[in-house]
């Protein structure tokens, strides 16, 4: 599903992403974890088609066509979705709207009819209650005064309506509170299938408890210094990011070592 | 400059005898003292302080026809195009009321229609309104005051209040040859208790080169409200210039919305006066403009009496090279204490040649009041942009999304559901019909 080579990206000029390589299949879900400023959260937005950042070299290839030739809304209508780690405030625009626009954009280029209206609301009242979400977030403007759970909520509900295939999560578990970690993780393993894939971008093991990964892997100095199964994730929660940022640092230009199971 | 002037005095001395009112010994007096008012001053130039911005010498070049050139047969159309629902129509075609596309409903206590006719009928009561004109504040002002033809005139009886809004459409429709001038004259008298609600729209062809030069006086009685809009939609290539001038009697309301969307220059001035205590405003305005448009609000409230309460909110929206001005003058004179006034204007470019000149000025003599103001102009938050993107709504979609998101601080709060409904398809750019579902969220109140 999605390929990912020797990426380097530079961001105002300064190198973030130092020669990224990452497989991902339909049906997997791989977790990103790293220390803070390793590149993480740079990696989503390239994937999305941010502004701003500055592909120096390698690939991305995603359903066999180049990915970074794509503008955002290309990306988002052949089934890319970035839940943002920072959800972003829109004042004077209801949610609903959004939600509707997205959805019929993704149908029309799919060559499917626009919903009509009570088709729409059927759907998104069935994704609200699988978010465990007030229909009154609908009305309000989009993630504006919401709590910071209600904005990952907010992502999480948008992502079930459109039904991506290949869905980044950026710290979507970051600022959830115990019971919306797993209405959270819920709506995530709904849309588990095996057209799909999942990004998971997490500091925590927690989230990882609740939706078991395929693949860790550890960005560290904008590289993947470490990839390993669900237990990765375990002995880095025991361990933290010294020892492998030490040896991403001897590592110089190697490709990553592997943890645990064979790497692919 | 002498051009101008001699032009306009030699239509005056041709005109003088045909325009309304000319028996009338205290009409004809105040038409030639504001001519010669006129011959004094000129149009404004660029060292007026108040004209710094806008310069209008494009209309002082131009030998504009005063003469009103006959209603043609597109006038019938145009109406239907711009009329709007659930409302009374008071129809002037190239400055002269139309009663045949007019719409008016009978109401006891109420006169409504056309200032010449009410002149014609009854010239004690006009001027007894008229008599107190103010002297014309610049060389606008005077020519509409000496060379008026007609203009919208509501007079309503204490207590009188007027439920339908009134819909005053004002159509150039240039007859070929020379570029027309049109003065509309307004005059709103509400008494005591009595309310209106009125819009004036202006439009006309894009293809011709008119001016409009308009004024409304409005006098709110006691607790009387007067609710005030115009919609500036004329051709791409007139100019337009207004004077709005209010004066509200103790415990009156004057609301006022500015829109404006056409012209190559417009210009609106829009002052109220509190005579008495406890008198409201709330001071909308919104322009949008591509292409070399210029916009221009200047704006005075002047508090001269305690417990005023002001509210000012502007938004401009500009693309291409368009420009705008705004000058929002708030006066707190040493009496008025406890005044409340906060203004505002913001401003989103859309491109880098557009250019916005903002100045709010506050002068406030009085202590114990309550006064705020800011503004700002920014562009479209690319953060915002990409979010929407990343959604799959194309780039011009998510601009004109987040350019109504901008607008709809000042159009959600037009009451006129027709005017508003109007307005989406003036924003510019195209977003999807999502079935009913209003692009507009509700406003957070906090
Ligand atoms: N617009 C920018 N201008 C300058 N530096 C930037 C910009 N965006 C990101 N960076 C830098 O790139 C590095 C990687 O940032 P990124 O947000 O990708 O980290 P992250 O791994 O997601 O971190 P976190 O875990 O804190 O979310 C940081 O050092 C950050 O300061
Ligand atoms: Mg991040």
Same mark, same amino acid.
């Not at chain 2, 500009?318 to 401003?347: E, I, K, S, Y």
């Given at each position: 599903?999605?390929? *990912?080579?020797?990426?380097?990206?530079?961001?105002?000029?300064?190198?973030?992403?130092?020669?990224?390589? +990452?497989?991902?299949? $339909?049906?997997?879900?791989?977790?990103?974890?790293?220390?803070?400023?390793?590149?993480?959260?740079? =990696?989503?937005?390239?994937?999305?088609?941010?502004?701003?950042?500055?592909?120096?070299?390698?690939?991305?290839?995603?359903?066999?066509?180049?990915?970074?030739? &794509?503008?955002?809304?290309?990306?988002?209508?052949?089934?890319?979705?970035?839940?943002?780690?920072?959800?972003?405030? *829109?004042?004077?625009?209801?949610?609903?709207?959004?939600?509707?626009?997205?959805?019929?954009?993704?149908?029309?280029?799919?060559?499917?009819?626009?919903?009509?209206?009570?088709?729409?609301?059927? =759907?998104?009242?069935?994704?609200?209650?699988?978010?465990?979400?007030?229909?009154?977030?609908?009305?309000?403007?989009?993630?504006?005064?919401?709590?910071?759970?209600?904005?990952?909520? /907010?992502?999480? &509900?948008?992502?079930?309506?459109?039904?991506?295939?290949?869905?980044?999560?950026?710290?979507?578990?970051?600022?959830?509170?115990?019971?919306?970690?797993?209405?959270?993780?819920?709506?995530?393993?709904?849309?588990?299938?095996?057209?799909?894939?999942?990004? =998971?971008?997490?500091?925590?093991?927690?989230?990882?408890?609740?939706?078991?990964?395929?693949?860790?892997?550890?960005?560290?100095?904008?590289? *993947?210094?470490?990839?390993?199964?669900?237990?990765?994730?375990?002995?880095?929660?025991?361990?933290?990011?010294?020892?492998?940022?030490?040896?991403?640092?001897?590592?110089?230009?190697?490709?990553?070592?592997?943890?645990?199971?064979?790497?692919? | 400059?002498?051009?101008?002037?001699?032009?306009?005095?030699?239509?005056?001395?041709?005109?003088?005898?045909?325009?309304?009112?000319?028996?009338?010994?205290?009409?004809?007096?105040?038409?030639?003292?504001?001519?010669?008012?006129?011959?004094?001053?000129?149009?404004?130039?660029?060292?007026?302080?108040?004209?710094?911005?806008?310069?209008?010498?494009?209309?002082?070049?131009?030998?504009?026809?005063?003469?009103?050139?006959?209603?043609?047969?597109?006038?019938?159309?145009?109406?239907?195009?711009?009329?709007?629902?659930?409302?009374?129509?008071?129809?002037?075609?190239?400055?002269?009321?139309?009663?045949?596309?007019?719409?008016?409903?009978?109401?006891?206590?109420?006169?409504?229609?056309?200032?010449?006719?009410?002149?014609?009928?009854?010239?004690?009561?006009?001027?007894?309104?008229?008599?107190?004109?103010?002297?014309?504040?610049?060389?606008?002002?005077? @020519?509409?005051?000496?060379?008026?033809?007609?203009?919208?005139?509501?007079?309503?009886?204490?207590?009188?209040?007027?439920?339908?809004? @009134?819909?005053?459409?004002?159509?150039?429709?240039?007859?070929?040859?020379?570029?027309?001038?049109?003065?509309? &004259?307004?005059?709103?008298? $509400?008494?005591?208790?009595?309310?209106?609600?009125? @819009?004036?729209?202006?439009?006309?062809?894009?293809?011709? *080169?008119?001016?409009?030069?308009?004024?409304?006086?409005?006098?709110?009685?006691?607790?009387?409200?007067?609710?005030?809009?115009?919609?500036?939609?004329?051709?791409?290539?007139?100019?337009?210039?207004?004077?709005?001038?209010?004066?509200?009697?103790?415990?009156?309301?004057?609301?006022?919305?500015? @829109?404006?969307?056409?012209?190559? &220059?417009?210009?609106?001035?829009?002052?109220?006066?509190?005579?008495?205590?406890?008198?409201?405003?709330?001071?909308?305005?919104?322009?949008?403009?591509?292409?070399?448009?210029?916009?221009?609000?200047?704006?005075?409230?002047?508090?001269?009496?305690?417990?005023?309460?002001?509210?000012?909110?502007?938004?401009?929206?500009?693309?291409?090279?368009?420009?705008?001005?705004? /000058?929002?003058?708030?006066?707190?004179?040493?009496?008025?204490?406890?005044?409340?006034?906060?203004?505002?204007?913001? /401003?989103?470019?859309?491109?880098?040649?557009?250019?916005?000149?903002?100045?709010?000025?506050?002068?406030?003599?009085?202590?114990?009041?309550?006064?705020?103001?800011?503004?700002?102009?920014?562009?479209?938050?690319?953060?915002?942009?990409?979010? +929407?993107?990343?959604?799959?709504?194309?780039?011009?979609?998510?601009?004109?999304?987040?350019?109504?998101?901008?607008?709809?601080?000042?159009?959600?709060?037009?009451?006129?559901?027709?005017?508003?409904?109007?307005?989406?398809?003036?924003?510019?750019?195209?977003?999807?019909?999502?079935?009913?579902?209003?692009?507009?969220?509700?406003?957070?109140?906090?």
């Amino acid at each position: 599903m999605l390929e *990912i080579r020797n990426l380097h990206v530079s961001v105002e000029g300064k190198p973030i992403l130092r020669g990224i390589d +990452l497989d991902l299949r $339909a049906g997997e879900v791989h977790a990103i974890m790293g220390p803070n400023g390793s590149g993480k959260s740079t =990696l989503a937005h390239v994937l999305a088609g941010r502004d701003g950042y500055v592909v120096t070299d390698g690939e991305v290839r995603y359903r066999g066509q180049d990915l970074l030739a &794509l503008a955002p809304e290309e990306r988002a209508h052949e089934g890319v979705f970035l839940a943002f780690q920072y959800p972003v405030e *829109i004042p004077g625009v209801a949610n609903v709207y959004l939600l509707k626009a997205a959805l019929n954009a993704l149908r029309k280029h799919r060559g499917e009819a626009e919903l009509d209206a009570m088709d729409f609301l059927a =759907l998104v009242r069935d994704k609200l209650g699988l978010m465990e979400m007030d229909e009154a977030l609908l009305y309000r403007a989009v993630n504006q005064g919401f709590s910071g759970g209600e904005k990952k909520r /907010n992502e999480i &509900l948008q992502m079930a309506v459109l039904e991506p295939r290949l869905a980044i999560l950026d710290e979507t578990d970051s600022g959830l509170d115990i019971d919306a970690l797993k209405v959270v993780a819920n709506g995530v393993n709904a849309l588990r299938n095996p057209e799909r894939a999942i990004v =998971l971008v997490t500091h925590y093991q927690r989230l990882l408890d609740h939706i078991v990964p395929d693949r860790v892997h550890v960005l560290a100095q904008g590289r *993947i210094a470490r990839s390993g199964g669900p237990e990765l994730a375990r002995e880095l929660e025991a361990r933290g990011y010294g020892w492998i940022e030490a040896q991403a640092g001897e590592g110089g230009r190697e490709a990553a070592p592997e943890a645990g199971e064979a790497g692919r | 400059m002498s051009a101008a002037r001699e032009h306009y005095r030699a239509q005056f001395a041709q005109r003088e005898a045909e325009l309304p009112g000319a028996t009338l010994p205290w009409l004809r007096r105040q038409r030639a003292e504001a001519l010669e008012r006129f011959a004094e001053r000129g149009l404004p130039t660029l060292r007026d302080e108040d004209w710094k911005y806008t310069n209008v010498a494009a209309i002082e070049k131009r030998p504009f026809e005063t003469r009103p050139a006959a209603a043609n047969g597109l006038a019938a159309r145009e109406v239907a195009r711009f009329a709007l629902d659930r409302c009374q129509r008071v129809v002037f075609v190239n400055g002269r009321f139309v009663p045949e596309l007019s719409r008016l409903d009978a109401l006891a206590g109420a006169t409504i229609g056309s200032l010449a006719a009410a002149l014609a009928r009854e010239p004690g009561r006009v001027e007894a309104v008229l008599a107190a004109e103010p002297a014309a504040a610049h060389g606008f002002a005077a @020519l509409n005051a000496a060379f008026w033809s007609d203009g919208l005139w509501i007079d309503l009886a204490p207590g009188t209040v007027v439920e339908a809004p @009134l819909h005053a459409l004002y159509l150039t429709l240039p007859d070929g040859g020379a570029s027309p001038a049109t003065f509309p &004259l307004n005059v709103v008298s $509400a008494a005591g208790g009595a309310g209106v609600t009125l @819009l004036e729209h202006y439009v006309g062809p894009d293809d011709a *080169i008119y001016l409009t030069d308009a004024v409304t006086r409005i006098v709110a009685g006691e607790g009387a409200t007067v609710r005030h809009m115009r919609l500036q939609q004329e051709g791409r290539r007139a100019f337009h210039i207004a004077e709005v001038g209010a004066a509200q009697a103790t415990g009156s309301r004057f609301d006022s919305l500015a @829109l404006a969307f056409g012209a190559m &220059l417009s210009r609106a001035g829009i002052a109220t006066r509190f005579d008495g205590e406890g008198c409201s405003t709330e001071l909308l305005g919104l322009y949008v403009g591509d292409g070399r448009r210029h916009f221009d609000h200047h704006t005075l409230i002047d508090h001269a009496h305690p417990r005023g309460v002001s509210r000012e909110f502007y938004k401009g929206v500009l693309d291409g090279a368009a420009r705008a001005v705004f /000058n929002g003058r708030v006066v707190v004179r040493p009496d008025a204490q406890r005044t409340d006034a906060l203004q505002a204007n913001h /401003n989103l470019l859309l491109s880098d040649e557009a250019e916005v000149d903002t100045k709010p000025q506050l002068e406030i003599y009085a202590d114990d009041v309550k006064c705020s103001h800011g503004a700002t102009v920014g562009q479209i938050d690319p953060v915002q942009r990409f979010y +929407l993107r990343a959604r799959g709504i194309d780039d011009a979609q998510a601009q004109a999304l987040l350019v109504r998101a901008f607008a709809a601080e000042i159009v959600e709060r037009v009451r006129f559901a027709p005017l508003r409904a109007r307005l989406q398809g003036l924003l510019p750019g195209q977003i999807a019909d999502e079935m009913g579902v209003s692009p507009c969220a509700e406003p957070v109140t906090n």
